[in-house]
């Protein structure tokens, strides 16, 4: 996998409760948006907790045997869990899963550094859908989505290879300049871990710009 931060991955469209919600206004909100938590956030949009179905469970339970008159007055600021476990835009994925982990949670609320204010969300299936891609997927992207359309190559004189995120590209391309950024095109590819160049050129067209690697001995 590439370094993919929480910003890559994140929803910013983030449904929130204020403070005042009732237990009401949140189920609705819960089942209307098909979500299971929400940050709470105060006046200022700073994440100060998180209310899930985890935590509306014993009011829940309370209200069917025989309490709702008192359960429908509870707010968010008193049902919800805090402090809220955030995460930072610029945090790598393997921070927010470790933590979730840690925390035994499905969500991050995303949050500013230094003012607290939410960004976005980010949720198990965020991290699952973007990292748990095949080698198979990877390579046919790369094909399909880089080398195809970005750089007119006949697709037969290159060899894509990938292992665990790792790809590897073999082949000719007739300059320099072009090994390099169909190399840094394929590195950019998401859950791509890293890009091994063995591209052989003929023309070296960077020269004054980066030091010549290699040209190509062998024309396919």
């Known amino acids: 996998m590439r370094?993919?931060?929480v910003i890559d991955v994140m929803t910013t469209d983030v449904v929130v409760a204020t403070e005042q919600c009732n237990i009401r206004q949140i189920i609705d909100v819960l089942t209307d948006y098909g979500v299971?938590?929400?940050?709470?956030?105060?006046?200022?949009?700073r994440v100060i907790g998180v209310v899930s179905e985890a935590d509306l469970l014993p009011a829940v339970?309370?209200?069917?045997?025989?309490g709702a008159a008192a359960v429908v007055q509870r707010t968010a600021a008193d049902l919800m869990s805090s402090p809220a476990v955030t995460i930072g835009p610029d945090d790598g994925l393997p921070v927010a899963?470790?933590?979730?982990a840690r925390h035994h949670i499905k969500r991050l609320p995303v949050v500013e550094d230094g003012s607290g204010r939410v960004l976005g969300i980010v949720t198990?299936?965020?991290l699952m859908r973007r990292t748990l891609r095949s080698d198979v997927a990877i390579e046919n992207e790369i094909i399909d989505s880089v080398i195809l359309p970005a750089f007119g190559v006949d697709a037969t004189r290159i060899a894509v290879e990938v292992t665990d995120g790792v790809v590897?590209?073999?082949g000719y391309v007739e300059r320099h300049s072009a090994a390099l950024r169909l190399a840094a095109h394929a590195r950019a590819v998401d859950c791509v871990a890293r890009v091994v160049d063995e591209l052989l050129w003929d023309t070296d067209d960077t020269a004054g710009r980066r030091p010549a690697r290699r040209p190509a001995r062998v024309r396919p």
Do not use: F, I, Q, Y
């Open 3 to 5: 370094n993919l931060a």
């Open 124 to 126: 198990r299936g965020d």
């Open 61 to 66: 339970a309370e209200a069917a045997t025989g």
């Open 168 to 170: 590897t590209l073999r």
């Open 97 to 100: 899963a470790a933590t979730m």
């Open 36 to 45: 299971s938590g929400l940050p709470v956030v105060d006046a200022d949009n």
